[in-house]
């Protein structure tokens, strides 16, 4: 079954950082793209950052600078490392996969809370 | 940035109605739009592609129509289960991939 599961998110003063853990099965990671889109609660849909499959990144610029997406092959697992972060970063955050024709996103893990607050 | 405009905000239907909701891009994206459902407290689902191409297991009372800036998702007969969020995104230009702010079908 392909699965997607993510983890990691929690309370996170601002200015601090938290990294988010997406694990992956049923399918290779580093054959396909993967991506981030996170949700401000009450809110729509987000955008975050696409990963490719040789490594590269491309980040939304509300994140650019401060989000480093990757991931780990050997675990099939992928990272959202984010620092620096602002109250506006509060959301639930979404794993998923990008379609192998197109940069829509067909499979999505349940998601991880992120709440940025003092 | 391509802008992403759903219409109504909010619509109300009865069950086996027909539900009619709008997308509109501020420029063309061709056919490169996706419809997505989403419920409380649960993750998106992919519903539709290429603007009118139904993703696997999706029901055939969902279909999509459109191409450039107008794009159009129907569900034929609303069943219970398809009270929920929905949401087009485009994936022609980009970055940013966007999304549309959504529209709530629900119970009239």
């Known amino acids: 079954e392909v699965q997607l599961v993510e983890s990691g998110g929690g309370l996170i003063q601002p200015g601090g950082s938290l990294r988010l853990s997406c694990a992956a099965s049923g399918f290779s990671v580093s054959y396909n793209f993967m991506t981030w889109v996170r949700q401000a609660p009450g809110k729509g849909l987000e955008w975050v950052s696409v990963?490719?499959?040789?490594?590269?990144?491309k980040y939304a610029d509300s994140v650019k600078g401060r989000f480093t997406f990757s991931r780990d092959s050997s675990e099939s697992t992928l990272y959202l490392q984010m620092d620096s972060l602002r109250s506006e970063d509060t959301a639930v955050y979404y794993c998923?996969?990008?379609?192998?024709?197109?940069?829509?996103?067909?499979?999505w893990g349940q998601g991880t809370l992120v709440t940025v607050s003092s | 940035e391509t802008v992403m405009a759903q219409s109504p905000a909010t619509l109300s239907v009865s069950p086996g109605e027909r539900a009619t909701l709008s997308c509109r891009a501020s420029?063309?994206?061709?056919?490169?739009l996706a419809w997505y459902q989403q419920k409380p407290g649960q993750a998106p689902r992919l519903l539709i592609y290429g603007a009118s191409t139904r993703a696997t297991g999706v029901p055939v009372r969902f279909s999509g129509s459109g191409s450039g800036t107008e794009f159009t998702l129907t569900i034929s007969s609303l069943q219970p289960e398809d009270f929920a969020v929905y949401y087009c995104?485009?994936?022609?230009?980009?970055?940013?991939?966007?999304f549309g702010g959504g529209t709530m079908v629900e119970i009239k």
């Open positions: 420029q063309s994206v061709s056919s490169k």
């Open positions: 998923a996969r990008v379609a192998w024709d197109g940069y829509y996103f067909d499979v």
């Open positions: 990963l490719y499959t040789g490594g590269g990144a």
């Open positions: 995104q485009q994936y022609n230009d980009w970055p940013p991939l966007t």
